[in-house]
């Protein structure tokens, strides 16, 4: 142990006063005093001394002092050693078997030295203690001087006016400091730590209570490899054994390594944990928007202070997905943006929804082109031009304190999509390595269910298209009956359906409706749509009834793959005033006589085309000037909240209760009984009879 550990005794550092207080070093070990004369009597005898050997000093004075207190087995040696130091021999020192007053032998330790007066008489000073005590306190001061100099732990002890008065070899190790650079000087003084003004009032407290603080966390000076010292401290009242207070210890372990691997396994539980809740919440349909929401909506703000998905506009638009250039300049559509609180940073981000072109020298484009991350940890007012859209939008993420930023790409099965832009500003943390393969995880995640919704939205649109394209377009001149109709896709996120509707001129001045819904969705279900309506148009013209042209339909429906469809098919006859239906497992139609209350058709159900085998009835009821007739899919109807009936009541209550126009009456259905996030496609259909004119008379009696 270095002499600076343990500096040399000197005045009570508790006061400027001596003190009187027992319970000092001499107290605990009892030392008694006694002086005899050259003939070895007794002549002065400490009130230590009647402690230690039990006689009085009324008992004591004045006798010899060998017989009195040395058993006789040592007593020959004793008086031997007191010859010698009577005669200059110098001072001796060791154990003896000395006598008790109850007759015990006791061990006494013993220190022996020669007195003079001021006339020249001799005397010899004894002082002794027990011997067993003596040995504890040796041993306890061996023990402590061998911890304090080589304890692996840093120890420190000051005094009352917190100043260091101790500093061991492990506290200058672990803090790269000599105790010289310690001792004497106050803790304000010495600790350079950036906690030091949170540790003094604890010292202080410590000090007041004698409530020790135990594993405190405390950082220390940066290490040669950059990371921030991290100790552990203890800090504890030192108390003599009569209790007064001589200051504060404090113990110091460099838990550095363990602080930093500690963190470093928190931050890859929360990696684990961000990774897994992508997967429960990134792509939870098939809506491209929504899919990217999610993605910003994950990694702010636990991540990033402001996220950005972009993704390339030719990748949205273009035919061949992969087909974007290797450089250049990018123009990119922003998806999603999302901020953890109100920021400049979101008005210098693009609008969500509009394209936007980046030059080259962009970061983003860097990313989108390369396929390759790209990290500015500390970025400067240099970098802001390429990170930003444009000059106004580089000083908005100045006046926003964007300070680190990050970009990886959104890659799905061998294609860059586009770039997800991460930005910390309050998050005091720049991104560093583990949050570039942490972002380029969930961007991969993400990227696969952004990839899955653009192709659904390809194929969704091109489905609907198609449907689009296979039905009627313009109301038909019919004979003696107004039509309205409607086609409503389901929700953006559920494929186009197979619904369709029809009303058929026919050569006899009859009309022929329909309405129809082939199972499945997507471009087949729409593509084997035209194929049923084609063939209904076809059958229509040879003035069939609708049982028969059901028939036909079966057959033919049997014969595609796997395709089956409801259908209602109705022939007016304007002449009759009836009309003629035929169901093949459809939803039944509605007829709204006029002035009375709508009903549900009791029709014979029958199957679905394409079941095969099961005949099909027509039922004729009469249809008069100004009655209508509706027919539907069930998609107006049928949800998965409430019951058909309750739906049904709800059609036949809405149609009893308007009196508007046909097109108002497909709006006034449409819109109260269909939801946002339907999912089934609608056809609907409304005819309404009228009194022939003369013009349809005329067409009427050619055509007969």
Same mark, same amino acid.
């Given at each position: ?404 930023? &990050? %970009?990886?790409? $959104?890659? !799905? =099965?061998?294609? +860059? ?10 998050? @005091? *943390? ?7 393969? &942490? %972002?380029?995880? $969930?961007? !991969? =995640?993400?990227? +696969? ?10 194929? @969704? *649109? ?7 394209? &296979?039905?009627?377009?313009?109301? !038909? =001149? ?227």
């Amino acid at each position: 142990m270095s002499a600076a550990a343990f500096p040399p005794a000197g005045p009570d550092p508790a006061s400027g006063e001596l003190a009187v207080e027992p319970g000092g070093l001499l107290d605990v070990l009892g030392v008694a005093a006694v002086v005899v004369d050259a003939t070895g009597r007794i002549v002065l005898w400490s009130p230590q001394a009647e402690a230690i050997f039990g006689y009085p000093a009324a008992e004591a004075l004045g006798r010899p002092a060998a017989p009195l207190l040395v058993s006789e087995h040592q007593r020959d040696e004793v008086l031997s050693l007191f010859e010698r130091v009577m005669s200059g021999g110098g001072p001796w020192a060791g154990v003896i078997s000395a006598l008790h007053r109850d007759g015990r032998t006791i061990q006494v330790e013993f220190r022996n030295t020669r007195l003079q007066d001021d006339e020249g008489g001799l005397y010899a000073l004894g002082l002794a203690t027990d011997a067993a005590t003596a040995r504890r306190v040796e041993q306890d001061l061996a023990l402590s001087s061998r911890l304090v100099a080589h304890s692996p732990i840093g120890l420190a002890v000051l005094d009352s006016d917190l100043r260091f008065v101790l500093v061991n070899p492990a506290l200058e190790r672990i803090d790269g400091r000599t105790a010289a650079s310690y001792l004497g000087r106050t803790f304000r003084e010495a600790v350079t730590s950036p906690d030091a003004d949170e540790l003094e009032p604890a010292l202080r407290e410590v000090l007041e209570t004698g409530v020790p603080v135990l594993s405190r966390n405390v950082r220390g000076s940066v290490r040669s490899d950059g990371k921030e010292q991290v100790w552990s401290m203890s800090l504890y009242r030192l108390e003599t054994s009569g209790q007064r207070v001589v200051g504060v210890a404090a113990s110091v372990v460099d838990i550095t390594d363990q602080h930093h691997a500690a963190r470093a396994a928190a931050r890859a539980r929360r990696r684990l944990a961000v990774i897994a809740d992508a997967s429960e919440r990134v792509g939870t349909t098939l809506d491209l928007d929504l899919t990217a929401h999610e993605l910003a909506d994950l990694v702010v703000p636990e991540f990033a202070d402001i996220a950005a998905v972009d993704v390339l506009e030719d990748i949205l638009t273009g035919p061949h997905p992969g087909g974007t250039r290797a450089s250049g300049p990018a123009v990119f559509r922003a998806l999603a943006v999302k901020a953890a609180y109100p920021t400049p940073a979101e008005e210098a981000a693009d609008p969500v929804g509009k394209p936007a072109r980046y030059g080259a020298e962009r970061l983003v484009t860097q990313c989108a082109r390369t396929g390759r991350p790209v990290l500015v940890q500390h970025v400067t007012d240099g970098d802001l031009p390429r990170i930003a859209r444009a000059g106004s939008a580089a000083e908005l993420l100045r006046q926003a304190g964007i300070h680190s930023y &990050l %970009a990886v790409p $959104l890659r !799905a =099965r061998g294609v +860059v999509l586009g770039v997800l832009d991460l930005k910390r500003a309050r998050n @005091s *943390q720049p991104f560093d390595r583990d949050d570039v393969l &942490l %972002a380029g995880e $969930l961007a !991969a =995640r993400a990227a +696969v269910a952004i990839d899955n919704a653009r192709w659904y939205r390809q194929q @969704s *649109q091109a489905a609907l298209a198609l449907q689009s394209h &296979l039905l009627p377009h313009g109301p !038909a =001149r019919l004979n003696g009956l107004d039509v309205a109709y409607r086609y409503q896709p389901a929700s953006a996120a559920v494929e186009v359906g197979g619904d369709w509707f029809d009303a058929i001129p026919l050569t006899d001045g009859r009309t022929a409706l329909v309405v129809g819904d082939v199972m499945g969705s997507g471009i087949t279900a729409a593509a084997t749509m035209g194929q049923v309506r084609t063939a209904a148009r076809t059958l229509a013209g040879l003035g069939l009834p609708p049982a028969v042209i059901l028939t036909h339909l079966d057959r033919i429906i049997a014969d595609l793959d796997d395709a089956m469809a409801t259908c209602v098919y109705a022939v007016y006859d304007p002449s009759q005033g009836s009309c003629s239906i035929s169901n093949a497992g459809h939803p039944p139609p509605v007829h709204v006589p006029l002035g009375r209350a709508p009903r549900l058709l009791d029709l014979p159900t029958g199957a679905p085309l394409g079941v095969g085998g099961v005949p099909f009835e027509t039922v004729e009821i009469a249809f008069d000037a100004g009655d209508e007739l509706v027919l539907y899919t069930d998609g107006l109807v049928e949800t998965r909240d409430q019951d058909i009936d309750v739906r049904l009541a709800a059609l036949t209550d809405l149609l009893g209760q308007s009196s508007l126009p046909l097109e108002e009456t497909c709006d006034l259905l449409l819109g109260a009984l269909r939801g946002p996030d339907d999912h089934d496609d609608v056809a609907l259909l409304i005819a309404r009879a009228h009194p022939l004119s003369g013009t349809e008379d005329g067409r009427e009696e050619e055509a007969s």
